[in-house]
């Protein structure tokens, strides 16, 4: 699925991190691909049949939550995949090393956790200030955060239990396990290899061009670079992209809650 380059050693302070192998350009682009092209695929040719399908009031925002959770949920299976032929294993351990997932480490001491983690505080607020860049020019059906605020969003959620399940399972794929775990905690420490100290930048630029489910957002999607790659790769761990992409999800779940319990 991905072809292997060379194999590096990195250190943070005094101790030496685990040996991720770098990832060719053509290995770079095979994952992205794995990622962006089920996405796009499903939005845009499953979504508009699932509709057809199903009918009634709401059918293309029930396909299109549906269709966009197995997405995410296959980025997560792809990165257990990938780790698992470069590593043998799946311990948690080697998880937790080869996909960075853990506290932040200052550049500068080595240390870890504490103080840092306040980090996340203004990069919240940066990954905010997207939503002021113009989109590109779509149909605003297609915006969930519209949909919402509209009177047909408004009698699909009411009482949605259910629905309400879906979106926080989409949510933890979108924003835990699914593309940030593949983009900041798997291909952001193989990219080195081919970009170098601007390996950050680039994951940004692919980041925001994978979404083909949302090609109208890409522009502002480039933030993504500032607030998700640049802190990933300066601190050496994807938590904090996590936490930082996780906001989104916070704030998509309060404004549906109302609706819910309005039923």
Known sequence: MTSIRTT?????????EANIPQLSPRGIA??????????????????????????GPSAFARSMI??????????????????RREQGTLRWSVLREVL?????????????????????????????????IPKLPHAQSLDFFTFIGTADGSEFLSGAWD?????????IFNTVIGEELLFRGYLLPRMAGVFGRYDWVANGVIFAAYHLHRWWAIPGLLFGTLTYAWPAKRYRSALVSIVVHSAQSVVMIVLVLPLVLGG
């Open 8 to 16: 590096t050693t990195r250190r943070t302070g005094t101790s030496p």
């Open 30 to 55: 095979g994952v992205w691909a794995a990622a962006a092209l089920p996405m796009g695929v499903l939005a845009w040719v499953f979504a508009p049949w699932f509709a057809n399908q199903l009918g």
């Open 66 to 83: 549906t269709a966009l959770t197995i997405g995410l949920a296959w980025q997560f299976v792809l990165v257990l995949l990938l780790v």
């Open 100 to 132: 960075w997932l853990r506290a932040p480490t200052s550049p500068k001491s080595g240390r870890r956790g504490g103080r840092l983690w306040l980090i996340a505080l203004p990069l919240i607020a940066l990954a905010a200030a997207k939503d002021f």
């Open 163 to 171: 629905w309400l399940a879906v979106l926080i399972v989409m949510c």
